[in-house]
């Protein structure tokens, strides 16, 4: 059976966690010192495996893997052969988020794999600037990572974090480059995930406020592309290259949601910006999977909510939300 909400939204598209963990320490996304869960905490690659064709089997077609960073986890390129045997049998798309560090070494096999396009997080072209915001010196592996994604087949979309004071300025100049290589760009508003060493108020740069900077150096006309996640689109004409706008505070998108999170530890969240979860895990290792599998869903049908509550809230205050995205799966 198929899963539809109480509002009668298909989901289709699951974003699947397959770790915490991150090789970056990006301070609009995690602290420094960021602990990570416990290894026996998080499923297995077969359990994953097992979840993802649970999903399929529910009409889930597309389906991105996410972490933290994807390509830490330790044989993560066999979970992508095993999960792109079902392309053409169920699954319409595999794809997957990732930081770009590890990419040159796994391009090729990601690829041969089926996967058709991977989104690549980058928020500054400057090396410094980047270091400073990764709190790690990476920027020439992520631009390695990227090429060699491009050389093996692989389109690439860019997305950036949008934030005042940090990459404000380079944000014309970023979709520019992205464009003059054959890449599609995608900003994003900062969410209010979790508690970092920064207050996201100081850096928060609202998407329409950025659109109007724009629209000064760009002709921007709406697009009706859709990939099938929240992005809405526009058509830059001097650059001949698409932009993408996720906007979750400025512009609510949950009208049309087709998606839920599951993250590494099998927590299902049927909404980013909500606390309902339902214990996947618990259903894998119950005595009877598929049958606690089933109610499991349907209890994630009933209490997906109609729309987040995303809110970037004053100077000094605590996030919407206490848990990390690295936790939740972007």
Known sequence: MN??????????????????????????????????????????????????LGFIGRGVTKLRLTGGEPLVRRDMIELIRALGRKLGDGLDELTLTTNGTRLAEFAEDIAAAGVRRINVSLDTLDRASFARLARRDCLPQVLEGIAAARGAGLKVKLNTVALKGVNADEIPDLIAWAHGQGMDLT??????LGEVDQDRFDHYLPLDTVRAALERRFT????????????????????????????????????????????????LHPCLGG??????????????????????????MRIKPERHTFAIRGPGEAPALARHMSATGG
């Open 187 to 192: 900003l994003i508003e900062v969410m209010p």
């Open 220 to 267: 921007l006309t709406a697009s009706p592309h859709r990939t099938g996640g929240p992005a809405r689109y526009v058509d830059v004409a001097e650059t001949g290259g698409r932009l993408g706008l996720i906007m979750p505070l400025t512009g609510n998108f949950c009208d049309g949601c087709n998606r839920v999170r599951v993250t590494a530890t099998g927590q």
């Open 3 to 52: 899963l539809v909400d109480q509002f009668q939204r298909r989901i289709t598209y699951l974003r699947l966690s397959v770790t915490d963990r991150c090789d970056l320490r990006c301070t609009y996304c995690m602290p420094e010192r960021q602990t990570f869960l416990p290894r026996a905490e998080v499923l297995t690659l077969e359990e994953l495996h097992r979840l993802a």
């Open 275 to 300: 606390t309902e979860q339902v214990d996947l895990r618990a259903a894998l290792r119950s005595a009877d999977p598929d049958a606690a599998l089933a109610d499991a869903l349907a209890t994630a």
